[in-house]
């Protein structure tokens, strides 16, 4: 079966650092574009970050500056390098292509 896997997930401090896996079960480098999104308790789901085939990336101005989305084609893997993270950062983080789909999500929670 096809699909996305993140993992990566936990608790820190304000100020902290985290990073997201998003491995994939088919050869990435075929993929066009994959997606990094997040809800938050009680909100819609919201775009992060993506990064295309070529190595162009793009990021929600909420976390431009502080967040980094790259890929690892011989790993299959997506990641997101997530620095200065602060509580409204708090949320369920999933990665998405269009063919594949999404993942399961990961939760991510800052707080002291």
């Known amino acids: 079966q096809v699909q996305l896997v993140e993992s990566g997930g936990g608790l820190v401090q304000p100020g902290g650092s985290l990073r997201l896996s998003c491995a994939a079960s088919?050869?990435?480098?075929?993929?066009?574009?994959v997606d990094w999104y997040r809800q938050a308790p009680g909100k819609q789901r919201e775009w992060v970050a993506s990064?295309?085939?070529?190595?162009?990336?793009n990021y929600d101005d909420s976390v431009k500056g502080r967040f980094t989305i790259s890929r690892d084609n011989a790993k299959n893997t997506v990641y997101l390098q997530m620095n200065s993270l602060k509580p409204e950062d708090t949320a369920v983080y999933y990665c998405?292509?269009?063919?594949?789909?999404w993942g399961q999500g990961t939760q991510v929670t800052v707080s002291s």
């Open positions: 998405y292509n269009s063919q594949i789909g």
């Open positions: 088919v050869t990435i480098s075929s993929i066009y574009a």
């Open positions: 990064i295309i085939y070529g190595g162009i990336t």
